[in-house]
């Protein structure tokens, strides 16, 4: 069975500082990988995927994760934060596109100024 | 494009009633996903429909919830009758089947947050 691992609950950084938010998975074959993101009263957005090749992502605002097999994770980065950035992350796992998703509990970042 | 919309945004009932959340998936998206957060918890998988049919079931709960999905289109999600384990945040999604990998995320509604007391 998938399984997703956020260890951070709760992350506060400065305005302007880095960010990164730590996501492990456990997975049989080579995973497909998701980072969305939850502002206050939204639903969630997709931040950016994982499926195949370039191990290191874009994504939208930003963010960028990089996939490591050799330590089953996918941490999502960002170089300097903004307010607007204060939301709760969910890295999550799937067996393949379109399929269903296997969540992490969510890391809630706040920014402070 | 309309993206994927759920009814109602709160709910909250007395222990013991009925409730149905109503989900609108985006237009020709034939994968239709529930999912629910309880509070403190991970998002959990409850069920997923490809067009009308039930694709995977695994992840309901119990049998006071009946998920329908009239012609392929929108869905239903009946909880009845609730307990107060209910209360949590219902998300929907949806997604295309088949097509270029890239075309195939799932998109998500703002979530019904259930409020059973």
């Known amino acids: 069975a998938q399984s997703v691992t956020q260890p951070d609950i709760h992350i506060t950084v400065s305005e302007g500082a880095s960010l990164e938010l730590r996501c492990n998975y456990s997975?049989?074959?080579?995973?497909?990988l998701f980072w969305y993101v939850q502002s206050p009263g939204q639903g969630l957005q997709l931040l950016l995927k994982?499926?195949?090749?370039?191990?290191l992502v874009q994504g939208i605002k930003g963010f960028e994760a990089e996939f490591k097999r050799s330590q089953s994770s996918f941490n999502l980065r960002k170089p300097s934060v903004h307010w607007s950035d204060a939301a709760e992350y969910f890295c999550?796992?799937?067996?393949?596109?379109?399929?269903?998703?296997?969540f992490g509990g969510g890391t809630r970042l706040m920014v402070k100024p | 494009e309309a993206g994927v919309t759920q009814f109602p945004s709160h709910s909250v009932i007395e222990k013991g009633q009925t409730v149905t959340l109503r989900c609108d998936p985006i237009s020709g998206h034939d994968n239709l996903y529930w999912y629910r957060r309880v509070m403190g918890k991970e998002i959990k998988f409850l069920l997923h429909f490809v067009k009308e049919s039930k694709q995977d079931e695994s992840g309901m709960p119990n049998n006071r919830f009946l998920a329908e999905r009239t012609g392929g289109t929108y869905s239903t999600l009946k909880v009845q009758p609730a307990e107060l384990e209910d209360s949590g945040v219902y998300f929907c999604a949806s997604s295309q089947v088949g097509g270029r990998i890239m075309n195939t995320e799932a998109f998500f509604g703002q979530g019904t947050r259930l409020t059973v007391v």
């Open positions: 997975y049989g074959a080579t995973p497909y």
């Open positions: 994982y499926f195949s090749g370039d191990t």
């Open positions: 999550a796992v799937g067996a393949q596109a379109g399929n269903m998703l296997t």
